[in-house]
C-alpha cells in the first residue's frame, strides 16, 4: 500500500483519481481548499479508512505526517469562469502551490505528478500540438492568469528535477470530460447541455469553425496513471485527438438530448484558441496508451450524469454564468 496525496481533491479530475487510487489499494489524502471543488465529489470515500480529507489551501504550507510516496497536483481552478473570476488565486496555485509540492516532495522522497494543459501552447500556430512545441500565448492577456501559471509551474517542475533530482512527471491535459464536471464551469460541453436542459438556445461564440478534442475522463485518468508509475519526466500530452468543429459538437449536443433548441452564435472571446488537437505519439510511445471510449457513448455517460441533477443546480449554474464578469467568453473557451 502507497500513501497517496491528491490536491484539488473535491475537484473533476481530483475526485476520479482519488477514486483510481483507492481501487488499486492504496492510502488516499485528499486535500482542497473547496474554493472550486465540491465535497459532494468525494462524500462517497469519507467513511472509508484508507482515505483522508485535508481543507487546506496548498498555497500556504503543506504538512503532511509520516511517510508519503506519490504526489498527484492537481489543485487550481481550471475553467475560464473560474479563473477570470480568481486570478490571483489561479497565479498563487500554479506558482507557490507548486513549489509546496514539490518541497513536500523532497522532504518526503515522493514522485509527483503536476497537471498542466494545452492551454500552455495558448492559441496554437502548430496543429496538432506535440510536446516540443513551446507555445503562442498572450501573457496579459485574460486567459494568461491561467496559462502562465500552468508555464511557470512546468519551469519550476523541471527545476526541482534537475537541481534537487525530485522524481517529477508532467500531463499536458487537453479538453475532457465526464460525470462530476460543473455545470457552471464554464467549458463548453456542460454549459451546452446545461443550455439543452434548461430548454435554452446554445450558444456558440465566433462562427464556430474553433475546433476542440474531447477526452472521456476514465481515459484521462488510465493515462495520468501510466504516467506517474513510468519512468519519463518530461511532459506527455494526454487527450484524444479526434478533432470536431464547436459548431459540429453543438449539433451533437442537440442530438442527444433530443432538444429543438438552436445555435446562437455571439462574438468570439479574447485569445481564444482557433485549433486544439494533441499529438499523441509520445504516449502512445513511452506509455501504451490511446483513448478507448468514443465520444458517442462519453456523451451518453456525461448527459446521463447531468440528468440526475436537481433543478436547483440546474438553474443556479445558469444564474452563475450569466453572472460572471467575463460574460462574452463565459463557456465557448471550450476548455
Not at 519512468?231 to 464547436?246: L, M, Q
Amino acid at each position: 500500500m502507497k500513501k497517496v496525496l491528491v490536491t484539488g481533491a473535491a475537484g473533476f479530475l481530483g475526485s476520479h483519481l482519488c477514486d483510481r487510487f483507492i481501487k488499486e489499494g492504496h492510502h488516499v489524502i485528499g486535500m482542497d481548499n473547496l474554493i472550486t471543488g465540491d465535497m459532494k465529489n468525494i462524500e462517497h470515500l469519507m467513511p472509508l479508512p484508507q482515505f483522508e480529507f485535508y481543507h487546506h489551501d496548498v498555497s500556504k504550507y503543506i504538512h503532511i505526517p509520516g511517510e508519503l510516496h506519490y504526489i498527484l497536483h492537481f489543485a487550481s481552478p481550471a475553467s475560464p469562469i473560474d479563473y477570470l473570476k480568481i486570478p490571483i488565486q489561479t497565479l498563487k496555485v500554479g506558482s507557490l502551490g507548486t513549489h509546496n509540492c514539490l518541497g513536500l516532495a523532497k522532504a518526503k522522497g515522493a514522485r509527483i505528478l503536476v497537471a498542466s494543459t494545452s492551454e500552455v501552447y495558448g492559441d496554437p500556430l502548430v496543429h496538432p500540438q506535440t510536446e516540443d512545441y513551446w507555445g503562442h500565448v498572450n501573457p496579459i492577456g485574460p486567459r494568461g492568469v491561467y496559462d502562465e501559471a500552468k508555464r511557470f509551474q512546468e519551469a519550476i517542475t523541471m527545476a526541482y528535477h534537475r537541481y534537487h533530482g525530485v522524481e517529477t512527471r508532467i500531463v499536458r491535459i487537453f479538453n475532457t470530460y465526464g460525470p462530476r464536471m460543473r455545470l457552471n464551469d464554464g467549458r463548453v460541453l456542460p454549459a451546452f447541455i446545461g443550455q439543452a436542459l434548461r430548454g435554452e438556445d446554445l450558444t456558440v461564440f465566433g462562427d464556430g469553425s474553433q475546433t476542440r478534442s474531447f477526452c472521456y475522463v476514465d481515459d484521462l485518468i488510465e493515462g495520468i496513471h501510466r504516467l506517474l508509475l513510468s519512468d519519463y519526466a518530461y511532459p506527455v500530452n494526454i487527450g484524444n485527438p479526434t478533432e470536431i468543429t464547436i459548431k459540429q459538437f453543438g449539433e451533437e449536443i442537440i442530438k442527444l438530448t433530443g432538444t429543438s433548441q438552436q445555435l446562437v452564435f455571439k462574438p468570439l472571446p479574447t485569445d481564444d484558441p482557433k485549433q486544439r488537437r494533441p499529438d499523441i505519439t509520445r504516449a502512445k510511445e513511452i506509455l501504451g496508451w490511446e483513448p478507448q471510449v468514443d465520444r458517442a457513448e462519453g456523451l451518453r455517460r456525461t448527459y446521463e450524469y447531468f440528468k440526475t441533477l436537481s433543478h436547483e443546480e440546474l438553474y443556479s449554474a445558469a444564474n452563475y454564468r450569466y453572472g460572471t464578469p467575463y460574460e462574452a467568453g463565459s463557456h465557448a473557451v471550450g476548455k
